[in-house]
């Protein structure tokens, strides 16, 4: 079957002393970036992405790939030994995780957590896998018209499950749409918001926005809260979970599996909701439901596993139609590109062992994280411990080289400095971030497709009604708006993600 | 007076420094800005040909990767950076040919403002469309293109690139510049609307749609060079396919400051010659579908000539196209 010889060649790929030796060195340092308190994937990968601009562009993709899945990792262990959750999906992870590190089963939720993700990472391989090859085939049905409705509904989702207030989020996509539009004009070639600042010409740069906005930010918001760090002090205790725990935990594991990896291909940032899911599913069915929040083994097997999964899945738009469905992927994308691959249906045939090579090595790293994660525990308890006056220095020092590395522009640190003080402004406020990176990194492509269309439609907007493609990505953007403003609905939403 | 005494011993000095200095050129490594990103293809032939003349000039030929504003501005920080020949550009047919009829504020003159080395590679162009597009071949093409201009999509990969260029060109010499112009960010997409069928025709370099002809997933209608291609033995000549005037090529070439000594043009020059002549340096080069330059095009003046001459062709049809 074609499937298993992509796989093969994609393991012939991945599986090179050099692919894996960075695949490696991405899951060690993304864990390592990771493990941070507060700090997760997006600032981590962020934070990482100048160090691979010297690899070719399959080793870099399988680095990054590795420090995504490293930085979700990491994160989940802060969850789990300080109570700290990295980002939004780890936030579950911290009610039963930490309670069960404070039993002195801190080993026990790790290992779960790494054998939950793993075996999820594996299922979710084969799956991209098998979707890859249709889902491209079904990409060249789009036409620009398809692709711009498409980002539309992707941004729609995005506003609908972003945390927090739904018109702050919608704020968040409309300013990422608008940083994206500076710069030179694609087809009349006229600089835009530009202010004659040559190095604006090219539009504002990706890494320096996200690693201001993220990895600067980030830093500037942890200074500002006082070192009192909930670090477990009992033992870490054994950390393969023993026979009693696996049957406990075997059945959430499948379930968050098959949830998380199912919310991960909706666009707009399904895979957040996949732990919450998989939590309140595991709770619901539990025939004890009162001992979750006091340390449940299955409510971090259950989680953990669905956020693996959705973390993988959510490659799949990103490698089949180009476009990303959150910011992670919107930082792979412009990886990506920087690397002088243009994210597409494109890739798989033209770069099929980037491809492939990308997808065996998810499986490599999971597995990966599984062998040096579990040994090294010890030494990211040590690194929790580090003071924040040593540590954050020399995170931003890193930041600094490795954005002055990009372009060789000194001009851009100074912009990173100034998006991280913006950045730290919009925590400050409420603001999420996060929806702002999708929608500059959407914004280019938006903007591309949509005068692309109105331009082979001669300038009619019904281009985008009479396909009926596009029309139906519309319709479900605006039913999914519509949904998310009911008022009952609204109430439950807020209680999701307060929760 | 001893103002005037001090000054001249201080310009006798550097005088002195600077001869002392270009004597023994290159005594540190020489930067070559790519004003593209890295790994596209212009960087590609630049790492490779660097590679092979760093061994020849016994100094290390650093790369640096100054993209933005369609190349031009790697080029202006390298031809306006001082002339001693530590700093050169690895440009192509945009940044130094169809740049300043591109670009209104080109803040560089390629044809008298800059000291040419030599080209180091050129690529081919093809005509190409979509394969259900009704023309069979060339003929067939320009006459419905001219019948009915209003009725086709062209797809290029942005101003100022070089299907945007070539792609400007034709359309001029066919008279019809106001054919809709589809603008994609990079050549990948593009081609990919182009094989789905969503355009109907673009010019690019024989690298990127090769793959594709080959494919049968679009049709190939002409190259643009005087000869046919080994790697598409079947597509026909512009001139075999009866439009001979359509004639271009995607060059990539190296040039620095204006005023740069002249020991440090004749080494550059001796270097460049003797990796484009290395049979290793020669493969992967060839390897990429790159043709090599005549032993003309690889002498400063007669790179200088070409850009000059593929200026000329562009400048009109690039002047009159649909911008700001």
Known sequence: MDMFSNLALGFGVALTLKNIALCFAGCLVGTLIGVLPGVGPIATISILLPITFGLDPTGALIMLAGIYYGAQYGGSTTAILVNIPGEATSVVTTLDGHQMAKQGRAGVALGTAAIGSFFAGCVATVFIAALGAPLTKMALLFGPAEYFSLMVMGLCFAVVLARGSILKAFCMIMLGLLFSTVGTDLETGQERLTFGIASLSDGIDFSVLAMGVFGFAEVLRNLESPEARDVVKNKIGRLLPGWDDIKQSAAPVLRGTFIGGILGILPGNGAVLGPFASYTVEKKIAKDPSRFGKGAIEGVAGPESANNAGAQTAFIPLLTLGIPPNAVMALMVGAMTIHGIIPGPQVMTRNPELFWGMVASMWIGNLMLLIINLPLVGMWVKLLQVPYRLMFPAILIFCCIGIYSVNNQPLDVAFTALFGLFGYLLIKLGFEPAPMLLGFVLGKLMEEKLRQALIISRGSFMTFVERPISAGLLVVAVVVLAIALLPSISKKRDEVFTE | ?324
Not at chain 2, 120 to 145: M, Q, S, Y
Not at chain 2, 183 to 204: E, H
Request: charged share 20%.
């Open chain 2, 1 to 324: 007076m001893k103002k005037l005494v001090l000054g001249l011993a201080a310009a006798a000095a550097l005088a002195v420094a600077g001869a002392a200095q270009a004597q023994g050129y290159p005594t540190k490594p020489i930067t070559m800005i790519v004003p593209f990103a890295a790994g596209g293809p212009t960087d590609i032939i630049a790492r490779i040909v660097a590679d092979n003349m760093s061994k020849t000039l016994g100094q290390q030929i650093v790369i640096e990767n100054v993209a933005g504003a369609g190349g031009t501005t790697g080029i202006a920080r390298a031809v306006t950076a001082a002339p001693d020949g530590y700093t050169i550009a690895m440009g192509h047919l945009g940044t130094f040919s169809a740049a300043p009829a591109t670009y209104p504020g080109l803040k560089y003159d390629p044809i008298n403002g800059m000291q040419t080395i030599g080209m180091a590679g050129g690529t081919p162009i093809l005509i190409v469309a979509r394969k259900n597009l009704e023309a069979p071949d060339l003929k067939a093409f320009v006459a419905a293109v001219k019948a009915n201009p209003d009725k086709f999509n062209e797809a290029h990969a942005g101003l100022g690139s070089v299907s945007w260029t070539t792609c400007t060109l034709l359309k001029g010499i066919l008279g019809t510049p106001k054919i809709n112009a589809v603008a994609y960010r990079g050549t990948g997409p593009a081609l990919n609307d182009l094989v789905s069928g969503q355009v109907d025709f673009m010019c690019d370099q024989i690298v990127s749609v090769a793959e594709q002809v080959r494919a049968n997933t679009i049709k190939a209608y002409a190259i643009a060079s005087a000869q046919r291609s080994p790697a598409l033995p079947d597509v026909p000549t512009t001139k075999e396919a009866g439009l001979p005037e359509y004639q271009i090529e995607a060059w990539n070439g190296i040039a620095g400051p204006k005023g740069m000594p002249k020991e440090a043009v004749d080494k550059l020059v001796d270097a460049l010659g003797k990796a484009l002549n290395d049979e290793g340096t020669k493969k992967r080069l060839l390897d990429l579908g790159t043709v090599l330059p005549t032993a003309e095009e690889r002498t400063p003046a007669g790179f200088a000539a070409l850009i000059k001459r593929d200026a000329d062709k562009l400048t009109p049809a690039l002047s009159a196209a649909p911008k700001q």
